[in-house]
């Protein structure tokens, strides 16, 4: 994704009017696609009075960098101003553990659900394929009673478990579709040395699968990251994701509102699941893809 | 034999976990939510069944109603125009130009930021005393006026915008894929007819892109139904119920205006509209893949 791509096939000798036309719209497009990021990055580095005068497209005429540190730790939401450092470590400690586990399941699941398929098998799948459609709204208040019995309510334990229970469909059903195309001949040639289920499953699918990791991870993490709903239901006040923080800090502001950290705060915010994006562009396409399959 | 069944034994023990999440957590919860539905219950569940009153008090409820219309109209024009400009990317993609891999990357990226973050940048270019028409005036044309996100009857054109600039990259994607894998004779056939090159795109290969084109369409109808952190973020459901979206509505009534069973309700309907919407075309892609599994 990073490197460009040579042109393929025969080139036109000579630019013609419908090449003209082609490109002109392509670089249209690009612009209006990056229009947003370039406004948001020149906003976070103007000053407060250069964005009063409203020209949200030109250019700093001097390079503030203020307001990236005021968002990063001094951000107000509420009394509390310590910047969006506390919800970017929050989102690290639900994200990291949600996509470690529910990948771990999802890969386990998948590999009993292809090769071994015990009784009910073809149940669990469909209720999970069923599951991962309803809106997450008919499960909410419900899970938020049952996950206070278990006084898991308002922590990051509690976080982590919705995530890695609403996670498990699409990590279940990417790993389902690996396994079933491996010839079954290797596992039962394995079960006969007297190989195991987790033998099989340690020593040999989980080497065989690595790329399936890495798509399934990648998707879980950009999911998990950007989650917006679970983590305001379920995280509690001292543990809000980044994403929650953002908007409370943004949307909650009494007072002028300071836009040059807003858009410092809302780069921050989006920049983990970009940098994922640009550095692992391919497998970034492949669990687009493979979600796509799922609908 | 009995060494089989122990060995099998391990796979239903590792699938547990799963299936007490899939009883307890998707069918127990759902079933705990359709009977509050059935109740009065207002901040505590209450075991006082009223039938369908709740849903009743859900269809007079003004602001529900205009949820739903919001949606219609959002969703539409969303997956509509994500389809559209989706298609057309990759059909210029597709055209062997250069710097194909650069614009792919460029057209994809916002599908991976956050829906607050995509609402948030939109609410600021389109903020009408700092953005987009205080810039136009600034340049000189002093009557010129976008203010669509503060005014109600244009509100949720905004959010469509930001919409469709986060989510049309997904149907580039999928599109582009699709046109990869159809043949070169198809291409060649039609040149030597003399077909001009859009209608080729609009004839030939838009019918084959089909079921790629309503895979993505369904995926992102689905994500019209659960759109809640994009209206939160970009609108707050405003001005006015402008731009209230149902799973806004039902978030609300939950947690913040205390209306337990109306909320129940709501997310009841929410589930049957995803029920009626998906059945029928999961019906038919389970039919393909079973088919498709056999060959293997």
Known sequence: ?295 | MRAKRRRSLAATFALLPTWIAAILVYIGTMIWSVRLSFTDSTIFPSSNYVGFAQYARLFKNSRWLASLENVLIFGVLYVGGCLALGFVLAAALDRKVRFESMFRTIFLYPYAMSFVVTGLIWQWMLNPTLGIQATVRALGWQGFVFDWIVNRDMAIYTVVFAGVWQGAGLVMVIALAGMRGIGEEQWKAAQIDGIPVWRIYLSIILPQLGPALAASGMLLSMGVIKTYDLIVAQTGGGPGYSTEVPAKFIMDNLFERQNLGLASAGATVLVLSVVMAVAPFRYALAMRAGRMGAHR
Not at chain 1, 83 to 103: D, E, H, Q
Not at chain 1, 273 to 289: D, E, N, Q, T
């Open chain 1, 1 to 295: 994704m990073t490197t460009l791509a040579h042109p393929r096939g025969a080139k036109p000798s000579r630019l013609s009017v419908g090449r003209i036309g082609l490109y002109a719209f392509l670089i249209l497009s690009a612009l209006f696609f990056l229009l947003p990021l370039y406004t948001m990055l020149v906003t976070s580095l103007k000053s407060m009075d250069e964005i009063r005068q409203g020209h949200v497209f030109a250019l700093p005429d001097t390079l503030d960098f203020s307001a990236w540190k005021t968002a990063w730790s001094g951000a107000c939401m509420g009394t509390q101003c310590l910047g969006v450092r506390i919800g970017f470590w929050n989102s690290v400690k639900i994200t990291v553990p949600a996509v470690v586990i529910s990948v771990s399941i999802g890969a386990i699941n998948g590999y009993a659900l292809s090769l071994w398929r015990p009784k009910g098998s073809n149940l669990l799948f469909g209720l999970l394929m069923a599951g991962g459609l309803i809106p997450y709204q008919i499960f909410l208040y419900p899970l938020v009673r049952l996950l206070a019995d278990l006084s898991l309510y308002n922590s990051v334990a509690g976080v982590v478990l919705v995530h890695v229970i609403f996670g498990l469909p699409l990590v279940t059903l990417l790993f389902r579709n690996y396994f079933v195309a491996i010839p079954e001949e290797l596992c039962k040639a394995a079960r006969v040395d007297g190989a195991g289920f987790w033998r099989i499953f340690l020593e040999i699918m989980l080497p065989m699968s690595v790329p399936m990791v890495m798509v399934a991870s990648i998707f879980q993490f950009t999911g998990i990251w950007n989650d917006f709903l679970i983590g305001l239901v379920f995280a509690g006040r001292d543990n809000l994701p980044m994403t929650v923080q953002l908007n409370n800090i943004v949307n909650t502001t009494m007072g002028e509102r300071t836009y040059n950290m807003n858009m410092a705060a809302t780069i921050l915010t989006a920049v983990v699941p970009l940098a994922i994006y640009f550095f692992s562009g391919r497998w970034f396409l492949r669990g687009v893809a493979a979600g796509a399959v799922k609908g």
